[in-house]
């Protein structure tokens, strides 16, 4: 039976939140990346405190980790652990974000009115068809929204206090984890696994309705360290070898029809360059290489090993230096030594009132560290769309449904038992 939805906050708390700046930094050595993930950090352990929450607690590192004691008598109840991130994408701006709720959507262009030129429309974004009537929320142009994943955030808080004003609902202990920098590869670097004392979990990072997401890319990443050749300009004939021409040879020998995101779809893998830096002397140059299979990744990475051995044929006295390393592996590894996390998921999906949907998905989420952390770790839909852009958009009514999940989630572990 769905929940009543005069319950949930869930919209006042996600407006809040996307309100603070919480953008991570690649480039920064820190933990977290930056300091300012922790102002949404704070504000969430003083929210679950005024609940009643006592067992909360932030980090050092930008970790909130919280507990809401079992409701249940039943023992052996396994600990289920809710995730999400804080911090938003480096991709786009996440300062001084202006959310705008759009009531009862009627399907027309949303002119964003800070920049008129962005424009969400449905023919680029098909799902706003299931959106009709409903009330979409939306950044004002110039920055993106930060429904990745302040969405799952607000609906975890909401579900903990949702579960909280109603004691008589029964479930098992209930973990809480809010992490830093996921956007930047580096969500799970830190975390406490034993300080967290979850069985398993679920972040709350998907996008579509009714979504289910257990199984995901795995991912390395490729530097590439160029020593050139460096001489005077005037007097440089048979002798320079110029690292930026060389990186720029090899970005641009990569294919143009395949092996890269905007080529490929489903279950193709890619190659794609992220950054490039250079003088003549030295360039430096980083990749990602996505595949679902872990021998896709492999056979990407010797391509690409192939490709600068080939333009470095050309430049006798270059060298190039490659390194390799591991971000995260397809969760669906793990996941499928343990059916009953996803099919628990499925059923809360079901049980309020919407078709469940298992898929795949083209990325990453801190699920798919934790899971081979020890972890066990779907993903579940949080309603957030055109993640990484001033495009971002969430319906109310959807971030409603993941408060219901969730809700459902911690209940099913219990009776299940």
């Known amino acids: 039976m769905p929940l009543s939805p005069y319950s949930f906050t869930v919209t006042e708390r996600f407006l809040r939140y996307v309100q603070i700046d919480t953008q991570s930094d690649p480039h920064s050595e820190t933990y977290p990346s930056t300091e300012k993930q922790k102002d949404l950090s704070r504000v969430l352990v003083q929210e679950l405190q005024q609940m009643g929450v006592t067992e909360v607690e932030l980090?050092?590192?930008?970790?909130?980790?919280?507990?809401?004691?079992?409701?249940?008598?039943?023992?052996?109840?396994?600990?289920?652990?809710?995730?999400?991130?804080?911090?938003?994408?480096?991709?786009?701006?996440?300062?001084?974000?202006?959310?705008?709720?759009?009531?009862?959507?009627?399907?027309?262009?949303?002119?964003?009115?800070?920049?008129?030129?962005?424009?969400?429309?449905?023919?680029?974004?098909?799902?706003?068809?299931?959106?009709?009537?409903?009330?979409?929320?939306?950044?004002?142009?110039?920055?993106?929204?930060?429904?990745d994943n302040k969405a799952g955030v607000a609906e975890i808080m909401d579900a903990v206090h949702y579960l909280i004003s109603h004691p008589e609902l029964e479930h098992g202990t209930i973990k809480i984890l809010f992490t830093p920098d996921e956007e930047i590869g580096r969500g799970t670097a830190k975390v406490d696994l034993e300080k967290l004392g979850a069985d398993f979990g679920y972040t709350i990072d998907g996008e579509t309705l009714g979504s289910l997401e257990d199984e995901t890319f795995s991912a390395d990443a490729v530097h590439i360290r160029i020593q050139?050749?460096?001489?005077?300009?005037?007097?440089?004939?048979?002798?320079?070898?110029?690292?930026?021409?060389?990186?720029?040879?090899?970005?641009?020998?990569?294919?143009?029809?395949?092996?890269?995101?905007?080529?490929?779809?489903?279950?193709?893998?890619?190659?794609?360059?992220?950054?490039?830096?250079?003088?003549?002397?030295?360039?430096?140059?980083?990749?990602?290489?996505?595949?679902?299979?872990?021998?896709?990744?492999?056979?990407?990475?010797?391509?690409?090993?192939q490709l600068t051995e080939e333009v470095l044929a050309q430049y006798p006295n270059s060298t190039a230096a490659i390194q390799v390393v591991e971000q995260y592996r397809n969760m669906k590894e793990v996941l499928d030594q343990y059916p009953q996390v996803a099919q628990y998921a499925v059923e809360a999906i079901e049980r309020s009132g919407i078709a469940a949907r298992q898929m795949s998905i083209r990325g990453g989420t801190d699920g798919s560290r934790l899971s081979f952390m020890g972890l066990p770790c779907p993903n579940i839909f949080a309603g957030e769309h055109a993640f990484h852009s001033r495009h971002e958009w969430v319906s109310r009514q959807d971030m409603e449904k993941a408060v219901e999940v969730i809700v459902n989630l911690a209940q099913i572990w219990a009776e299940k038992a």
């Open 228 to 305: 050139g050749v460096s001489q005077h300009p005037g007097f440089a004939k048979g002798r320079m070898e110029s690292a930026i021409k060389i990186a720029s040879e090899l970005i641009a020998r990569l294919p143009k029809d395949r092996l890269s995101p905007e080529t490929t779809e489903d279950k193709e893998g890619f190659v794609h360059p992220t950054y490039l830096h250079g003088t003549v002397e030295e360039a430096e140059v980083e990749l990602i290489i996505r595949d679902f299979a872990e021998a896709g990744l492999h056979e990407k990475e010797a391509f690409l090993k």
């Open 59 to 147: 980090d050092d590192y930008g970790y909130v980790y919280a507990t809401l004691p079992a409701t249940t008598a039943k023992t052996g109840v396994p600990v289920i652990c809710f995730c999400s991130h804080v911090d938003t994408s480096p991709d786009c701006s996440g300062a001084n974000v202006k959310p705008i709720v759009h009531t009862r959507y009627d399907g027309s262009d949303l002119v964003l009115p800070d920049d008129p030129a962005q424009i969400i429309r449905m023919s680029d974004h098909p799902d706003l068809k299931d959106q009709i009537g409903n009330d979409l929320i939306t950044a004002s142009g110039t920055t993106l929204l930060g429904a």
